[in-house]
């Protein structure tokens, strides 16, 4: 009973804390803040990651959201938005243009309690995989063409299987306490701003 105690007093904390340690706000962002936090979040992550980067200088398109906030007890839910980045004409490694923007919201049930942020980019490999984007304006992750999630700490650079893969999921700061990330059941739409 103790332990239990504890337990729910460091997850009532975890609760108040997390939300008001995040600078970026997660819901209701303007054009400008999406593509700000986008561009931003893209940089930090191929700062901390060669294969990231490997994944961003040959994709045809990512779609990237850089502040989701997920959290539940006993149910769950995620919210975030993005921008849809496509590569531009200019040389460089960021040389994109934002062509669209995006929700990614999911639910869940089941034992579960706790509080998160995180951020994950979507690197479109294929021209098919980016066409089935623009055609339904979304979609369920885990529908339609394959994701394979590249874990960026394991992986020292992109492999050739890695980039055959049409579309390749990368999660980043990853900040909060709450078991799991995962993209099954993912829903992510295209939204107007």
Do not use: C, H
């Not at 337990?7 to 803040?33: G, M, N, Q, Y």
């Not at 992550?45 to 200088?57: E, I, M, N, V, W």
């Not at 021209?127 to 992986?155: F, H, Q």
């Amino acid at each position: 009973m103790k332990y239990f105690k504890w337990t729910v007093l460091i997850l009532a904390l975890t609760l108040v804390a997390v939300p008001f340690s995040a600078p970026k706000r997660a819901v209701a962002a303007s054009a400008d803040e999406i593509i700000r936090e986008s561009v931003e979040g893209l940089e930090s992550l191929y700062a901390k990651s060669a294969t990231a980067k490997t994944l961003g200088a040959n994709a045809k398109g990512i779609l990237i959201f850089p502040s989701i906030i997920k959290g539940g007890f006993i149910a769950g839910g995620q919210y975030g938005e993005g921008a849809l980045l496509e590569k531009g004409t200019a040389p460089g490694a960021f040389s994109y243009r934002v062509v669209g923007y995006y929700n990614t919201i999911q639910v869940s049930y089941g034992l579960q309690a706790g509080l998160q942020k995180f951020g994950y980019a979507l690197f479109f490999m294929t021209e098919s995989a980016m066409s089935y984007l623009r055609k339904s304006g979304g979609w369920e992750l885990g529908v339609g063409p394959t994701i394979t999630i590249v874990d960026i700490g394991a992986a020292g650079s992109a492999t050739t299987t890695t980039l055959q893969s049409e579309i390749n999921a990368v999660f980043f700061d990853q900040k909060g306490l709450m078991a799991g990330l995962g993209l099954q059941g993912t829903k992510v739409t295209q939204i107007e701003k």
